[in-house]
T-cell receptor, first 115, second 114 residues
Framework: AQKVTQAQTEISVVEKEDVTLDCVYE???????LFWYKQPPSGELVFLIR??????QNEISGRYSWNFQKSTSSFNFTITASQVVDSAVYFC????????????FGTGTRLQVFP | ETGVTQTPRHLVMGMTNKKSLKCEQH?????MYWYKQSAKKPLELMFV???????ENNSVPSRFSPECPNSSHLFLHLHTLQPEDSALYLC?????????????FGPGTRLTVL
């Protein structure tokens, strides 16, 4: 069965702190894709990253970085030097070959960055 | 316009009203989706269309009726809704209906049923 767990319901930090959002997934497939989306208060889900299961290299994009570890089935997301504009709900999602092309979302982590 | 657009952004309707939500994608994609996002619940996939054909209907009540007249447009027709249908309705599109493809979302329609 496919499942995505985001155990952190809500995180609060002060601006300039680093913060890591956890994502743990379950799948029986060896071929799958992992995604992170950001949902600001406006409501739109903004695509951040897609990673396939064969590429375990960590990725950095500006203040954002992602740590993919197949050994622990985790795909964690770190924001360095957080800013108020980072306040949003962040969703991790999984899509695998056996999942009839569905995107399985976690329940999201609400990040609040205070000035 | 770029990306995925949705209209209206906000909608308040009575239980006896009939209304429609509209989604348009400007990405040249072939697959489109409707999702429902309720407070404190995970995103729920409602309908999936690929090349204008419905390929998924996740046990959605018949008071929700989708329509996909072409690969760029998707509608969700609403009638005799219940208060529990109040939610954010999100439209998304992807290049193809394939697990490897990224879904791009619109800004959503926030629906309130009185």
């Amino acid at each position: 069965a496919q499942k995505v767990t985001q155990a952190q319901t809500e995180i609060s930090v002060v601006e300039k702190e680093d913060v890591t959002l956890d994502c743990v997934y379950e799948t029986r497939d060896t071929t799958y894709y992992l995604f992170w989306y950001k949902q600001p208060p406006s409501g739109e889900l903004v695509f951040l990253i897609r990673r396939n299961s064969f590429d375990e290299q960590n990725e950095i994009s500006g203040r954002y970085s992602w740590n993919f570890q197949k050994s622990t089935s985790s795909f964690n997301f770190t924001i360095t030097a957080s800013q108020v504009v980072d306040s949003a709900v962040y969703f991790c999602a999984l899509s695998d070959f056996g999942g009839t092309d569905k995107l399985i979302f976690g329940t999201g982590t609400r990040l609040q960055v205070f000035p | 316009e770029t990306g995925v657009t949705q209209t209206p952004r906000h909608l308040v309707m009575g239980m006896t009203n009939k209304k429609s939500l509209k989604c348009e994608q400007h990405l040249g994609h072939n697959a489109m989706y409707w999702y429902k996002q309720s407070a404190k619940k995970p995103l729920e996939l409602m309908f999936v269309y690929s090349l204008e054909e419905r390929v998924e209907n996740n046990s959605v009540p018949s008071r929700f009726s989708p329509e996909c007249p072409n690969s760029s447009h998707l509608f969700l027709h609403l009638h005799t809704l219940q208060p529990e249908d109040s939610a954010l309705y999100l439209c998304a599109s992807s290049q193809e209906l394939a697990f490897a493809d990224t879904q791009y979302f619109g800004p959503g329609t926030r629906l309130t049923v009185l």
